[in-house]
């Protein structure tokens, strides 16, 4: 059984929405390619203001997956925070390979995804914080 036919419900067929933010395109399609061929549907952003105009327009967004090192205003850490006052039941999902301060510069509740990532890893991130919250 795949990650997402483990977490979709019967009574929900709407696929789970995913925002994807990085401003690597190679690094934003292969996760896209990855969450979307279990199911989940991706909304692509190349950094962190695209992104909040994406969680505004889709509120039904349940996991943001971001990049810390972005160009614009914010990064990674910034936008996890403000995703998460703004939209408190989003899940929050920051990845990063640089040795920065990592998990203990999240909010409360949000992952951290050392990169470089294997696929796996990030499907069982996502499935395990959507069971969480469920």
């Known amino acids: 059984m795949s990650?997402?036919?483990?977490?979709?419900?019967?009574?929900?067929?709407?696929?789970?929405?995913?925002?994807?933010?990085?401003?690597?395109?190679?690094?934003?399609?292969?996760?896209e390619e990855v969450l979307t061929d279990e199911g989940y549907h991706v909304l692509e952003a190349g950094d962190a203001d695209e992104a909040l105009?994406?969680?505004?327009a889709r509120p039904d967004t349940r996991v943001l997956f971001t990049d810390v090192t972005m160009p614009g205003s914010l990064n990674g850490y910034a936008l996890a925070e403000i995703?998460?006052?703004?939209?408190?039941?989003?899940?929050?999902?920051?990845?990063?390979?640089d040795a920065g301060p990592g998990a203990s510069a999240l909010p409360a509740g949000a992952r951290y995804l050392q990169k470089p990532y294997a696929p796996s890893e990030l499907?069982?991130?996502v499935q395990d914080m959507l069971i969480a919250a469920a």
Do not use: N
């Open 123 to 125: 499907l069982r991130l």
């Open 53 to 56: 105009r994406i969680l505004e």
């Open 83 to 97: 995703a998460r006052r703004r939209w408190p039941r989003l899940l929050v999902i920051v990845a990063s390979g």
């Open 3 to 31: 990650c997402a036919g483990a977490i979709l419900s019967p009574s929900d067929p709407e696929p789970i929405v995913i925002a994807v933010v990085d401003d690597e395109l190679l690094v934003r399609m292969i996760a």
